[in-house]
């Protein structure tokens, strides 16, 4: 994770700061590897319905519309996802 990351305070498109939680950001480096919602719920162990408001939170916080457009973000702000992990390695 970069070290805006690992602070858990991101800025949005309004320029205000956002608060991850750490769920929040497990979620969103899964979106930023290409998972889907279904294959991060099993990864974290949690129901898929609670990624989809992890999600709806997120596109919130970030002030963006689609998944598409958080993984965009999370690319921007340095979040690692997972193949990415796997490469460094």
């Known amino acids: 994770m ?11 498109k309004t320029g ?6 750490p769920t ?3 979620v969103l480096q ?3 590897s290409g998972q889907l ?3 991060i719920a ?9 990624v989809k408001a992890h999600m709806t939170a997120l596109m919130r916080k970030l002030n963006v519309r ?3 457009q958080v993984a965009v973000v999370a690319q921007t702000l340095g979040f690692a996802g997972e193949g ?3 490469r460094a390695l």
Do not use: H, M, W
């Open 42 to 50: 099993y990864d974290l162990g949690i129901a898929e319905a609670t």
């Open 37 to 39: 919602n279904k294959q």
């Open 30 to 32: 899964g979106v930023r």
């Open 66 to 68: 689609n998944r598409t």
């Open 2 to 12: 970069g070290a805006q990351a690992s602070q858990l305070c991101e800025r949005n």
């Open 24 to 26: 929040q950001i497990k």
């Open 84 to 86: 990415d992990q796997r």
């Open 16 to 21: 205000s700061n956002t608060r991850l939680t």
